[in-house]
């Protein structure tokens, strides 16, 4: 079975940004009048940015993409992953796989919430070592049984 989760990039930061450069267009006269386009088009592509999340059996598979186009698929298979981090910060679930080569994968934001149940369950049936960080609290059966019979009517 695979679930699938996405999220997007926040746009508060990419205008804020897209309003500095704009204001550095108008207000430099330099050598380097170029770089506020080039930085204009980099912070207007990053608006359009989209990840996606999919959860399976064996893999976690994460990709990028902007205006649709997928830039960026990485697949991650249990066995290269060497500890996983899951952290609570303020309302959000952040978790971090570290892994035995390559770059770490830092995934947050995503939508539904769960997200990261489905990845601790992930990293306990392949005994991934678990690190809790901050007021984070493990998915446990009993709290799923809750949330199910109350999200029944």
């Known amino acids: 079975m695979q679930t699938v989760y996405s999220a997007k990039e926040g746009k508060t930061i990419w205008v804020i940004l897209i309003s500095l450069a704009i204001a550095n267009l108008v207000l430099i006269d330099s050598d380097f009048q170029f770089l506020p386009y080039v930085l204009l088009a980099v912070f ?18 994460f990709e990028i993409h902007i205006f649709g186009v997928n830039v960026l698929k ?8 060497k500890s996983a981090y899951f952290m609570k910060m303020g309302r959000g679930h952040t978790v971090l796989f570290l892994m035995k080569r390559g770059i ?3 995934l947050t934001r995503f939508s539904p919430d769960s997200f990261h149940e489905d990845l601790y369950r992930f ?15 493990p998915p446990n ?11 029944k009517p």
């Open 141 to 151: 059966e009993e709290n799923e049984r809750e949330s199910e019979m109350t999200s």
């Open 74 to 81: 990485r697949v991650i298979e249990a066995t290269k992953i």
């Open 44 to 61: 207007f592509v990053a608006l359009f940015m989209k990840y996606r999340l999919t959860v399976s059996a064996r893999t976690v598979t």
């Open 123 to 137: 990293a306990q049936r392949h005994e991934i070592p678990i690190h809790s960080v901050g007021f984070y609290e």
């Open 104 to 106: 770490r994968l830092k």
